[in-house]
C-alpha cells in the first residue's frame, strides 16, 4: 500500500500515515469506533485544535482489546499543553464515549511512552 501523505512521527519511529479513508474504516471496523464518531472527532480536532502537530489513538481501542464501552484514549503533540481544552471540547461531542487525553510533549511516564510508541496509530 503507497502512502499518501506523511504526518510528524513520534520521536524515534517512522510513521506513514495511509489513505485517509483507509483509517477511518480501519478504525470503525477493528478499533469499535462508529464512522461518524471518527468523523466528529477529526471535524473537533482539526478545527478547533489547528496546533496539533499529530493525533494517536493508543490504549485498548489501538491494541483490540476494547469492549462496547471502551474510553478513547488519544496521545497528542503540541507546541503548549492544551489537554484541559482539548478534553473540554471532546467532551461536548455527542458520543457515548469518555475520552482520556493525554500532552505527549509533556509526558513523564516512560512505560506510557513506550505503550503509544508501540502501539498508537495514527487518528485520521
Given at each position: 500500500?503507497?502512502p499518501?501523505?506523511?504526518?510528524?512521527a513520534?520521536p524515534g519511529?517512522?510513521?506513514?500515515?495511509?489513505?485517509?479513508?483507509e483509517s477511518?474504516?480501519?478504525?470503525?471496523?477493528?478499533?469499535g469506533?462508529?464512522a461518524r464518531t471518527?468523523?466528529e472527532?477529526?471535524?473537533?480536532?482539526?478545527?478547533?485544535?489547528p496546533?496539533l502537530?499529530?493525533?494517536?489513538?493508543?490504549?485498548?481501542?489501538?491494541?483490540?482489546?476494547?469492549?462496547?464501552?471502551?474510553?478513547i484514549?488519544?496521545?497528542?503533540?503540541?507546541?503548549e499543553?492544551?489537554t484541559?481544552?482539548?478534553?473540554?471540547?471532546?467532551?461536548?461531542?455527542?458520543?457515548p464515549?469518555?475520552?482520556?487525553?493525554?500532552?505527549?510533549?509533556?509526558?513523564?511516564?516512560?512505560?506510557?511512552?513506550?505503550?503509544?510508541e508501540?502501539?498508537g496509530?495514527?487518528?485520521?
Open positions: 500500500m503507497t499518501t501523505r506523511q504526518r510528524e513520534l519511529s517512522v510513521q506513514l500515515v495511509q489513505n485517509p479513508e477511518r474504516q480501519h478504525l470503525r471496523h477493528i478499533h469506533l462508529p471518527v468523523s472527532i477529526r471535524h473537533c480536532l482539526k478545527h478547533q485544535f496546533q502537530h499529530w493525533v494517536k489513538l493508543y490504549g485498548s481501542r489501538a491494541s483490540g482489546q476494547h469492549w462496547r464501552g471502551s474510553d484514549d488519544l496521545a497528542y503533540s503540541a507546541d499543553n492544551c484541559a481544552a482539548l478534553c473540554e471540547a471532546l467532551d461536548q461531542l455527542p458520543t464515549y469518555l475520552f482520556d487525553v493525554t500532552h505527549w510533549d509533556s509526558l513523564r511516564h516512560p512505560g506510557l511512552q513506550q505503550h503509544i508501540r502501539i496509530i495514527p487518528f485520521p
